[in-house]
């Protein structure tokens, strides 16, 4: 997913033995660190797509302006709602319903860490433990060079290969506190 060509980040695939290795880097894009314009060409251009913007249209628009910035900055938003006529109101409403939307700068790596019950029974705390040590995060929190966030999640819906992690959205199973640790300094040696 492309976040509007200001930066790169890295997506690392693993083969299918989990965390046994990478097999290759693709580069994908990040939005730059300051605020928008509150009519940046940006927005504008998205809002052009939708025009007119319907109910339904809420959330799509408001997951590209996420794809393109890598959150939903509020004075995006004010400026959405003065284009659209939708009250701000209704536009955060919508954001903090859905969980996968953001209100705040978020790393150039996601790091999603299963807290369920299939992993929790399976050492899932202790992989939690590990990428939150060696990030020095804890969970919801972004590291000030914003090069990782760290959640935990109540599910990931991959039971079977718990305890599960997931990192730029590459889902790894059978997770380990060692295998964590070694996915988290290649992800950081391929930005350096």
């Known amino acids: 997913m492309a976040l509007g060509g200001r930066g790169a980040s890295l997506v690392l695939c693993r083969d299918s033995r989990p965390w046994a290795g990478i097999e290759k880097v693709a580069v994908r894009t990040v939005a730059a660190e300051g605020v928008p314009a509150r009519s940046g060409p940006a927005v504008d251009e998205i809002l052009e797509r939708f025009q007119p913007v ?5 959330i799509p628009l408001l997951q590209q302006i996420q794809d393109e910035y890598g959150y939903l900055p509020a004075e995006v938003l004010h400026h959405v709602s003065e284009r659209t006529g939708i009250p701000t109101s209704r536009i955060y409403g919508v954001i903090t319903f859905y969980s996968h939307f953001h209100l705040e700068k978020r790393g150039r790596h996601t790091v999603l860490a299963c807290r369920g019950t299939a992993c929790h029974v399976r050492g899932g705390k202790r992989v939690i433990e590990a990428a939150q040590n060696y990030l020095r995060l804890a969970d919801g929190e972004t590291r000030e060079d914003l090069m990782f966030s760290f959640e935990t999640v109540a ?6 290969l718990s305890p599960v992690v997931v990192a730029d959205g590459v889902y790894s199973g059978k997770a380990t506190p060692e295998r964590v640790e070694q996915m988290l300094r290649a992800i950081e040696a391929a930005e350096s």
């Open 54 to 58: 319907g109910a339904d249209d809420l």
């Open 155 to 160: 599910c990931l819906g991959a039971c079977a």
